[in-house]
C-alpha cells in the first residue's frame, strides 16, 4: 500500500517516468514534466529521494536508484496495458514526433497525472 499512496502521487510517476533514461537536472526535469510549479517537484523530489528510489548525484542531477530502475520494470505490464487500453478508446494511430526509445520500452505522455491525454499511446 505504501507504494500505491508514493507512486499514485500527482507526478511521481511521471518523475520516475523522465528519470530512466539516465540523470536529470531539477530545470531540464521541470520542463520534461509540463513545467510542473517548482514547489510540487521539490516535493515530490524529497518523497522519492526519502523513498530511495531516486538519488540525487553530486552535480545535482536526479537519477533512478536500482530500486527505481525495478520499479520502472515492474511498470511495464501497466504500460503495455495502458498501450491496449488507448487503442481501445482512441483506436485512431497516435502521431509520433520521434522514433521509439533504443531501449525498446514504449513511449508514453500521460504518466504525469494518470490522466491519458487524447491520442497518447499509453
Keep these: 500500500m505504501a507504494a500505491l499512496d508514493l507512486f499514485g502521487r500527482r507526478w511521481s510517476l511521471r518523475i520516475l517516468w523522465e528519470l530512466r533514461g539516465g540523470p536529470v537536472g531539477f530545470r531540464p526535469l521541470q520542463k520534461q514534466c509540463d513545467d510542473m510549479s517548482s514547489s510540487v517537484m521539490r516535493q515530490r523530489l524529497t518523497e522519492l ?32 496495458w495502458s498501450e491496449r487500453w488507448a487503442a481501445m478508446v482512441d483506436p485512431q494511430p497516435a502521431h509520433h514526433d520521434s522514433e521509439p526509445p533504443a531501449d525498446g520500452t514504449s513511449r508514453t505522455d500521460s504518466v504525469g497525472d494518470g490522466a491519458p491525454e487524447r491520442g497518447s499511446v499509453g
Design 49 to 80: 529521494l526519502d523513498a530511495r528510489v531516486v538519488h540525487q548525484l553530486p552535480d545535482s542531477r536526479y537519477e533512478l536508484t536500482p530500486l527505481g530502475r525495478d520499479a520502472c520494470l515492474a511498470l511495464g505490464p501497466l504500460v503495455q
